[in-house]
């Protein structure tokens, strides 16, 4: 756990994707790791492994649409002490590969590991058969699986090293639209250590992905109402961070998640599980409910799914009702 | 060292047969397990350990030795006994098959026998996993082989395609793929269920070499499998087995009764006794 100041009037300058970003520490790895090889089924372009591919064609394979193929080659590649790095959209890299996941990675604890980009709702006008909005509660079913969720581009490009770095099965999701810039190079991130901002003690909001960057929009604002929030980039959805979980809890006395999946098994399930074990305390949940989404502008989507910072804000002032 | 072949046919035959018998005392010891698709591998595997692989029993590890993945993962008692008879374990841990602790598990598991290659079980994934590790060679630059048995049921999975399609247009030429091509399946015959016929030219369509074999016959199986290994005409192949489910035991063979229930202790003496009293020739 590590502590930067609360910014109370937040600014939030916005980057690049976080697809982007993998793609950039991909082809990193590629040029400083001789074993990390890449795999994408056709959507190299939109998860970013394109500039692998570009600079690696020989350790680079497409294996067209079919993702279960991918990951069990994949799997193969780790089994024979590559390090492959496969990815496809969320949705189909994790529904279409789940057994391949289960048998092919985390079962016999392979040494792969799995982006799935366009991860969540924002991807915007092309609608829920390609947005996932169940990937994080899938990997978490996964026994062993380490589980990422970047919140910006800083954030995955140190967590794609972290993942090359650790021994075992990975997943990380990225999203498609471009992220507001919460870190900067000198930022540290390492697994399972959440990023803790502000040490208010008022309530906690603990987000992921996304839903950071409006969790601290969240802060400045409950901040200027007289209420004060610490919020944890929970980059890491497993292993969780529960020491800053635990601490949370403690010394604020309530909590609010916010995730851009369903409140279905993702971190809220993660965080309340946590919450349970340490110190019980009231919590609300910000994420989707029950539903999939539909065609819109990313941000209309997010408005409409109730992911935005006054559903933040409201659900931050609901779980202090309950202190 | 290296395993060292046997590379008289008549050397192993009689292996194949105490290879049946380990195998129907196995299954009948754990009171589970699936001695049908057991048997119909065993000329296959035992070609395979005892005169094919590049390997070496008591170094499991070794990087160059040639990789054979069990995609039919319920068809392990055959491998347990192969793997027992070429030295990788001991022959009495056979008999702890499916029980707590064994490294003997109901489907390869290499968290408990790190010998294995792969985890199987869910039908369908070998030849992607064989695909990996081939790719894998050619990078390196290694010369080891992957070979991934298959069962005929199993091609109904549609990833075997996926796969198929990936390997030739990839030129993985260092990986074979071998059908046990017993015309049942769990449920019953192929040809009642979803017949895959015909099975060579679909390979054929699909780019791959493909050789079509009696797979109890020794003399057809080994040079098939050496061809194969040998092979560098820039397509995968597929060698397919014809045999028959239950193979040796004349109240198994073709019968559909017989894919994953294990004998009782009668059943077990009687099919002991039948292999025992087979000639082999
Ligand atoms: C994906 C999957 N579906 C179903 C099963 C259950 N199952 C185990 S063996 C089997 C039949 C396999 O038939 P085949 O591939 O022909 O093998 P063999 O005849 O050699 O036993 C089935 C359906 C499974 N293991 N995996
Ligand atoms: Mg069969």
């Given at each position: 756990m590590s502590t930067t100041p609360a910014k109370p009037k937040f600014q939030l300058k916005m980057g690049m994707a976080t697809r982007e970003a993998y793609g950039q520490a991909l082809a990193e790895l590629g040029r400083s790791n001789p074993n990390v090889v890449a795999l994408d089924a056709d959507l190299m372009k939109s998860t970013f492994a394109a500039k692998f591919a570009k600079e690696f064609p020989d350790r680079f394979w497409s294996t067209g649409i079919a993702e279960a193929n991918m990951v069990s080659i994949a799997c193969g590649l780790a089994m024979c002490g590559k390090i492959p790095f496969a990815s496809s959209f969320a949705v189909f890299i994790m529904d279409k590969g789940y057994d391949q996941l289960r048998v092919g990675a985390a079962y016999p604890k392979v040494n792969a590991k799995f982006v799935g980009s366009h991860s969540g709702i924002s991807i915007g006008e092309d609608g829920p058969s390609q947005m996932s909005v169940e990937d994080l509660a899938l990997a978490c079913g996964l026994a062993g699986f380490v589980v990422l969720a970047p919140s910006d581009e800083f954030c995955t490009r140190a967590l794609v090293h972290r993942m090359a770095e650790h021994i075992g099965p990975c997943y990380m999701r990225t999203g498609r639209p471009k992220t507001a810039i919460l870190y900067g190079p000198e930022d540290t991130f390492e697994i399972g250590k959440a990023k803790v901002h502000g040490d208010g003690r008022d309530l906690a909001i603990i987000a992921c992905g996304n839903e950071v960057a409006y969790a601290l929009q969240a802060q400045a604002e409950l901040e200027e109402e007289g209420i004060h929030a610490r919020v944890l980039d929970m980059h890491t959805i497993k292993p969780i961070d529960e020491a800053a979980i635990a601490a949370a809890a403690k010394e604020c006395g309530a909590i609010v998640t916010a995730e851009e999946h369903l409140l279905d098994g993702g971190l809220g399930s993660q965080v309340a599980r946590a919450v349970t074990r340490s110190t019980p305390v009231p919590m609300e949940f910000v994420g989707i409910q029950n539903t999939y989404a539909e065609s819109a502008t990313p941000d209309q989507l997010m408005e409409k799914y109730g992911l935005t910072t006054p559903y933040i804000v409201k659900a931050a002032k609901a779980v202090l009702k309950r202190k | 060292m290296p395993f060292t072949h046997i590379d008289s046919i008549d050397a192993l035959k009689p292996i194949c047969r105490k290879l049946r018998i380990e195998i129907i005392k196995m299954i009948g010891a754990s009171?589970?397990?699936?001695?049908g698709g057991s048997l119909s591998e065993v000329e296959l595997l035992t070609a395979l350990y005892f005169a094919v692989l590049r390997h070496d029993p008591k170094n499991h590890a070794w990087a160059d030795r040639d990789r054979f993945i069990l995609s039919k993962g319920h068809g392990c008692p055959a491998l347990y006994a192969v793997m027992a008879e070429t030295g990788y374990i001991a022959h009495d841990v056979l008999g702890t098959l499916r029980k707590l602790g064994s490294p003997l598990q109901g489907h390869p598991d290499k968290r408990f026998f790190p010998a294995l290659e792969a985890n199987t079980g869910s039908l369908g994934q070998g030849i992607s996993l064989g695909i990996g590790c081939a790719l894998a060679a050619k990078l390196d630059k290694k010369d080891f082989h992957t070979f991934v048995m298959i069962g005929d049921g199993e091609i109904q999975e549609g990833q075997n395609w996926e796969a198929a399609m990936f390997a030739s247009y990839h030129k993985v030429d260092n990986l074979t793929v071998i059908v046990d091509y017993n015309k049942l399946q769990l449920d019953g015959f192929l040809k009642d269920i979803l017949d895959i016929k015909p099975l060579k030219e679909k390979f054929e369509a699909f780019g791959w070499n493909t050789v079509e074999i009696d797979g109890h016959d020794l003399a057809q199986v080994v040079p098939a499998l050496k061809n194969a290994r040998a092979n560098t005409s820039g397509k995968p192949t597929c060698i397919i087995a014809n045999t028959i489910k239950g193979k040796g035991v004349s109240f198994m063979e073709n019968s559909p009764e017989w894919h994953g229930v294990a004998p009782k202790p009668d059943q077990v003496a009687a099919a002991v006794a039948e292999l025992e009293a087979q000639e082999v020739k």
């Open positions: - | 009171g589970s397990g699936h001695p």
